[in-house]
């Protein structure tokens, strides 16, 4: 059975059966909004930063750890977009040249912050509230849990962080995986396996 | 189907993409293997922990960060952008030809008041015209010079003669002399020989009128300007080797006028740093005698030169026939 169908995504994440029809017309939408800047519309350029605000962001988020970092990251993420937007060709989706730019944005960053280090992470702010169901103990321990998580994450090397944040955590396909990386598919799905055993490894009983 | 190969397909298992058969096998070793049901539940809570990370808010203040952001980037790229233009753009024409005149007559004016920067041809010019006036004076300091050391009555009554003149005409030479610089180091060199190919005097050269007086009046015997001139060369590449140079040499119209020996002149600028092995040398050829105390080579003189107004004049020793 076709888990993907089964469990549905959470809101900013993509990839299920029911939300391929919205992606379609997100595509469209996103070209409109390209075509319309490009005509001179600011605001235009506005409607796509709070349409993808929320996935760069995490993804920054994810792969940086840090929020201060992720929100930096994500801010010239987009100014790069402004900047670029006038020699975009749709050769690709706009999706796919936007999370292009984030993991290079935070791939420079990543090699510069490895020169300056944070003495502390700055904390993120959470979208979701704690949930109802869970007693004050058990959510800690999730918390718990998904900073275990996120700190095997950030222990990665920096291509498997990659496509585990890319294909794990924000739930592309592989071929949207692959566009962004330019890795071929099944280079993907190998580098996906190593990263998930040494994830697996490294968080062995605490999961 | 073996658990290696099931292990292997846990991914594509995991993502349902694998075709019906082969998951129907997948889950019919699944059920006889616990070791690989437990490899599989693990899989399961990676990915469902990793779907499940909470995702981070967008802050508030996001778009108009990066408004902000942008406002700022092109600020700088204005700022930069001003200096970056060339000026002929954003000047008129007009304003730009006023400002390169007004620029050009600043500069001739300037060329013009004393004490500013000369181009080299103006400044080569100057330096002659200054080497030619103090050329006279050389004449006149040395003359002074040998009679305040001999005390020849001669040459004191030719001293004299100079004193004679009035205020105005002494004046009017000093002022022709008169720079922006110290006044030349003079420097009197008295050979006892004249040539430095032969121990002897020249008899070929005959004595000039001057030379005659000269004679007569015992302070300076016998004055050769053919020989000297041959000194005068070897001084001068004395002066070359040292880093010097020779302005100007002269042996005519020094005595016309002073009615001196017609000794023979070196006007010659030397470094500094070189004034005192340059007086070392010099004195291995005669007796030297200098206007004034030499100036040290300090430190503080590195890179300045020195002016220098050296007078040859033979004096055969005592005792001796120069003819």
Known sequence: ?207 | MECRRVRSLADDYLDGALDETTRNRVEAHLEECEGCRIELDAARRYRDAARDLPRVKVPSDFLAGVHDRLDDETARRKGWAIFSKPLAITLPFGVAAAAVAAFALIFVLDLNRPGSVKPPEREAALELQAAREEKRETAESAVRFENGGKKSPPAAGRAEEIRAKSPSETSKDRDTTAGPGPEPLAITLVLDRPSPADGTATTSAEPSPEAGRAKGAGTVRATEPEPLRARRDELASMIASAGGRVIETGDEGVSERTHAEGPVTVLAVLPASELSGFLDRLAELGQTRTERAVPLPESTNAGKTYELRIRLIYRPPEGSDTR
Not at chain 1, 41 to 64: G, P, S, T, W, Y
Not at chain 1, 96 to 113: F, G, Q
Not at chain 1, 158 to 165: A, K, S
């Open chain 1, 1 to 207: 059975m076709d888990r993907k169908t089964q469990e549905g995504r959470k809101n900013g994440r993509v990839g299920s059966a029911g939300e391929s029809e919205a992606r379609g017309d997100g595509v469209r939408n996103d070209a409109a909004l390209v075509e319309r800047f490009r005509g001179g519309d600011i605001a235009a350029f506005d409607a796509l930063v709070l349409r993808h605000q929320e996935k760069i962001m995490n993804l920054c988020f994810r792969m940086l750890g840090d929020y201060e970092d992720a929100k930096d990251c994500a801010q010239d993420t987009f100014i790069k977009v402004y900047r670029s937007l006038g020699g975009f060709r749709f050769e690709s989706a706009f999706s796919t040249w936007l999370y292009r730019i984030a993991v290079n944005t935070c791939k420079n960053r990543l090699a510069s912050s490895r020169k300056r280090k944070r003495l502390t992470a700055t904390q993120p702010e959470f979208a979701d509230p704690p949930s109802p169901l869970l007693t004050p103990e058990e959510e800690m321990e999730k918390r718990e849990r998904e900073r275990e998580l996120q700190r095997a994450i950030e222990a990665l090397r920096e291509d498997f962080r990659t496509l585990v944040v890319l294909r794990d955590v924000e739930g592309l396909s592989y071929e949207e995986v692959s566009r962004i990386t330019g890795l071929a598919l099944g280079t993907v799905k190998s580098k996906l396996a190593r990263a998930r055993d040494r994830l697996r490894a490294d968080l062995k009983g605490r999961l």
